[in-house]
């Protein structure tokens, strides 16, 4: 069954393509930078470029996450969204706080602290938005006729995403407790309730696309829950070994790390064991490659490649280096972009009523996009580890050792080259969707649930 409300997941669904793509720019700005053509330095020195590269991937992640969670809540919850205008004001005001925080980097106006540079006035926005969010979904759901365990596991990631976002805006004059609570922030969230986001995600899409009882996904769901929660939480110790905490966090931080794969290892057999146990040949082949995509390359970005590099022998030589960069462009990827791309896959054909999945473009964009990051993944192995052993090991100067490195950064453009293709060919079929249309979601409404109307009037431009 589907709502009318759930129109406005397009929204959010638009602004992931145009951030991604704005993320994309200013990625190639800095490899070119690493190759030696920094003549946009004057402009956009390269720590403005890396800010915004980064805090580009925060927003339309999270603006993918709330999309999906518009379009999946109601439908968990059998009712219409509690209020679609506060929706779009809610979406209106992300993209404000986004466009000002993007200016402020080249206006050099950020707080300086990584991974958290939005200024502080925006912080407080930001704190508005996810109120008017949560609210907006919570009521919802409850509200429903029912509230299932991949609503709940959904709601409770974005809560607590919520919640977790409030340390960071807590500053200290000590560099190490400052460094201590921010990664409460960045390493809970990427490595923690983001995870319950993407399982929550994930279930709804294969308890759609592969025919399996609901009741089957869902009891795998509850493991990858209680992996999330059991290694993620102290795995945060891996952060704390060189900011001068104290140093059990050496023991705490490497043994959970170890085991934060598990959760990883489980979501690939998850979604590879339920696209396979399906009943039903999944009509849109491409959401089902997206989303047994993200359970795989998430295991190889997040999982192994993260725990190659965070056990403390390893790691006292290879953090603050191209290593971090190999591991956290799959792990991004393949967790929480792929994901995205994977319920946007889903959604447009049910919002639309066009079966665009079927066209060349959509395949291409998935393989194109995939073979592209993994290439970009090995050059940054590559330059990473020679990094290590020129300045780490030799005891070459950094710029020297930049400079010696460089020669990778050629194929890591190239292969950045081949996922831009691919994701430009994924924008390029998103577009031709056109806009949802209330008889394609009408179609699947009960004459009941139609009279189910609360919040649900779309605006004129919908």
């Given at each position: 069954m589907r709502y009318r409300s759930q129109k406005v997941a397009y929204l959010f669904f638009a602004t992931c393509m145009l951030l991604f793509s704005l993320q994309i720019i200013y990625?190639?700005?800095?490899?070119?930078?690493?190759?030696?053509?920094?003549?946009?330095?004057?402009?956009?020195?390269?720590?403005?470029?890396?800010?915004?590269?980064?805090?580009?991937?925060?927003?339309?992640?999270?603006?993918?996450?709330?999309?999906?969670?518009?379009?999946?809540?109601?439908?968990?919850?059998?009712?219409?969204?509690?209020?679609?205008?506060?929706?779009?004001?809610?979406?209106?005001?992300?993209?404000?706080?986004?466009?000002?925080?993007?200016?402020?980097?080249?206006?050099?106006?950020?707080?300086?602290?990584?991974?958290?540079?939005?200024?502080?006035?925006?912080?407080?926005?930001?704190?508005?938005?996810?109120?008017?969010?949560?609210?907006?979904?919570?009521?919802?759901?409850?509200?429903?006729?029912?509230?299932?365990?991949?609503?709940?596991?959904?709601?409770?990631?974005?809560?607590?995403?919520a919640l977790l976002y409030l340390p960071g805006m807590i500053t200290f004059d000590s560099q190490v407790y400052d460094s201590y609570f921010r990664w409460w922030v960045v390493h809970l969230w990427v490595e923690g309730v983001w995870e319950l986001i993407m399982g929550g995600i994930l279930s709804f899409l294969l308890i759609k696309l592969t025919g399996v009882d609901r009741e089957v996904i869902e009891k795998w769901l509850y493991v990858i829950v209680g992996l999330t929660f059991i290694s993620g939480i102290l795995g945060t110790g891996h952060h704390y070994y060189w900011i001068g905490a104290p140093k059990y966090w050496l023991a705490v931080g490497g043994l959970f790390s170890a085991l934060e794969p598990l959760a990883f290892l489980g979501m690939a057999l998850y979604t590879v064991a339920m696209s396979r146990k399906g009943g039903k040949k999944a009509d849109n082949r491409i959401a089902l490659l997206w989303t047994v995509g993200c359970g795989i390359m998430s295991c190889v970005g997040a999982g192994f490649l993260g725990f190659a590099h965070t056990i403390p022998q390893v790691n006292i030589w290879t953090h603050g280096t191209l290593v971090t960069a190999m591991h956290g462009h799959l792990a991004f990827w393949g967790a929480y972009a792929m994901v995205v791309l994977g319920i946007i896959a889903y959604a447009m054909p049910q919002m639309t009523g066009r079966k665009l999945y079927r066209h060349w473009s959509a395949e291409w964009a998935f393989w194109t996009s995939n073979i592209g990051m993994l290439g970009m993944t090995g050059a940054f192995a590559v330059a990473g580890i020679t990094q290590v052993y020129l300045e780490r090991r030799m005891g070459m100067d950094f710029l020297a050792v930049q400079e010696a490195i460089s020669v990778h950064f050629v194929g890591l453009v190239l292969a950045a080259s081949l996922f831009t293709v691919g994701i430009v060919l994924y924008v390029w079929n998103f577009i031709m969707y056109g806009l949802p249309t209330d008889e394609a979601l009408l179609d699947h409404v009960t004459p009941e649930i139609a009279d189910d109307t609360v919040g649900a009037e779309m605006p004129a431009a919908m």
């Amino acid at each position: 069954m589907r709502y009318r409300s759930q129109k406005v997941a397009y929204l959010f669904f638009a602004t992931c393509m145009l951030l991604f793509s704005l993320q994309i720019i200013y990625g190639f700005i800095m490899g070119f930078a690493h190759i030696g053509w920094d003549g946009l330095h004057s402009v956009i020195p390269f720590n403005v470029a890396r800010a915004t590269h980064t805090n580009l991937l925060v927003v339309w992640l999270l603006s993918g996450f709330m999309g999906a969670a518009y379009y999946i809540i109601p439908e968990e919850a059998e009712r219409e969204l509690f209020s679609v205008k506060a929706a779009v004001v809610q979406w209106a005001s992300l993209v404000l706080v986004s466009v000002t925080a993007i200016i402020g980097f080249h206006l050099n106006w950020w707080e300086g602290r990584k991974f958290l540079e939005i200024p502080r006035p925006l912080d407080y926005l930001v704190v508005v938005n996810v109120l008017l969010f949560i609210g907006n979904i919570g009521i919802t759901a409850w509200k429903g006729r029912r509230f299932t365990t991949t609503g709940m596991v959904l709601f409770a990631g974005l809560f607590s995403a919520a919640l977790l976002y409030l340390p960071g805006m807590i500053t200290f004059d000590s560099q190490v407790y400052d460094s201590y609570f921010r990664w409460w922030v960045v390493h809970l969230w990427v490595e923690g309730v983001w995870e319950l986001i993407m399982g929550g995600i994930l279930s709804f899409l294969l308890i759609k696309l592969t025919g399996v009882d609901r009741e089957v996904i869902e009891k795998w769901l509850y493991v990858i829950v209680g992996l999330t929660f059991i290694s993620g939480i102290l795995g945060t110790g891996h952060h704390y070994y060189w900011i001068g905490a104290p140093k059990y966090w050496l023991a705490v931080g490497g043994l959970f790390s170890a085991l934060e794969p598990l959760a990883f290892l489980g979501m690939a057999l998850y979604t590879v064991a339920m696209s396979r146990k399906g009943g039903k040949k999944a009509d849109n082949r491409i959401a089902l490659l997206w989303t047994v995509g993200c359970g795989i390359m998430s295991c190889v970005g997040a999982g192994f490649l993260g725990f190659a590099h965070t056990i403390p022998q390893v790691n006292i030589w290879t953090h603050g280096t191209l290593v971090t960069a190999m591991h956290g462009h799959l792990a991004f990827w393949g967790a929480y972009a792929m994901v995205v791309l994977g319920i946007i896959a889903y959604a447009m054909p049910q919002m639309t009523g066009r079966k665009l999945y079927r066209h060349w473009s959509a395949e291409w964009a998935f393989w194109t996009s995939n073979i592209g990051m993994l290439g970009m993944t090995g050059a940054f192995a590559v330059a990473g580890i020679t990094q290590v052993y020129l300045e780490r090991r030799m005891g070459m100067d950094f710029l020297a050792v930049q400079e010696a490195i460089s020669v990778h950064f050629v194929g890591l453009v190239l292969a950045a080259s081949l996922f831009t293709v691919g994701i430009v060919l994924y924008v390029w079929n998103f577009i031709m969707y056109g806009l949802p249309t209330d008889e394609a979601l009408l179609d699947h409404v009960t004459p009941e649930i139609a009279d189910d109307t609360v919040g649900a009037e779309m605006p004129a431009a919908m």
